[in-house]
């Protein structure tokens, strides 16, 4: 089936360190996601992005996140600076249109 | 805002066993998923179902919109299927799912 493809599959940095985590989405897929889960907890919607803008966006996507896909290449979530409390695991996502999401393997963020 | 809500929280069964998976939401679904994770594992999409019965090998779900409820059937269970099954919906504007709080399967030999 489609794949979604993340890399790096596991980050280890330092807080106040700043990391990109990038995201091949399915090759004709318009939407594109973030998600964030910590270990054994559900997982939280982030951001949503289309047509090279912020659809809608969670409280949990603070003012160091960002977002952006420059010219058709990797979707990249960039968190600057780096906290503690983002340690976590992000999932990426992309869907043609409203319908099934996809999603990748995920990229593990430790933040010592 | 939107809630999914899963039930049961967890799950023990013998291998051979049936297992049903319920999950609510708050308001109308236009879209649904189920999810199966492996403990620090990716994310497997199981099924797309919005509405109605679909199947899938030893998966059955059926999702009644007007009720704001699907269901997810395992039959005949096996080890392999240990691990957090979730479901996602999404219903409002925007193209977003929001996940439950997941069932976590454990299935015993």
């Known amino acids: 089936g489609p794949k979604v493809l993340q890399i790096p599959s596991h980050q280890i940095i330092d807080m106040g360190q700043m990391v990109t985590l990038n995201c091949d989405p399915v090759?004709?897929?318009?939407?594109f996601y973030w998600y964030k889960q910590i270990l054994g907890q559900q997982m939280e919607f982030l951001v949503n992005?289309?047509?090279?803008?912020?659809?809608?966006k969670s409280k949990l996507f603070k003012d160091q996140f960002s977002v952006e896909r420059p010219d058709g290449s990797y979707f990249t979530l960039k968190i600057q600076p780096t906290a503690l409390e983002d340690s976590a695991v992000y999932f990426c996502?992309?869907?043609?249109?409203?319908?099934?999401?996809?999603f990748g393997e995920g990229s593990k963020l430790t933040v010592l | 805002g939107q809630q999914v809500q899963q039930s049961p929280a967890s799950l023990v069964l013998q291998e051979g066993e049936n297992a049903e998976l319920q999950c609510n939401f708050s308001?109308?679904?236009?879209?649904l998923q189920w999810f199966y994770q492996r403990p620090g594992g990716s994310l497997v999409s199981l099924l797309y179902?919005?509405?109605g019965t679909k199947h899938t090998g030893r998966l059955t779900s059926t999702t009644v919109t007007k009720e704001r409820r699907s269901s997810l059937h395992i039959s005949s269970s096996q080890i392999t299927d240990s691990g957090t099954y979730f479901c996602?919906?999404?219903?409002?504007?925007?193209?977003?799912?929001?996940f439950g709080t997941g069932t976590l399967l454990s299935v015993k030999p």
């Open positions: 090759s004709n897929h318009l939407y």
């Open positions: 996602a919906m999404e219903g409002g504007s925007g193209n977003k799912l929001i």
């Open positions: 179902n919005p509405s």
């Open positions: 308001s109308t679904a236009t879209q």
């Open positions: 996502a992309s869907s043609i249109n409203t319908g099934q999401l996809y």
């Open positions: 992005f289309y047509n090279g803008k912020v659809m809608e």
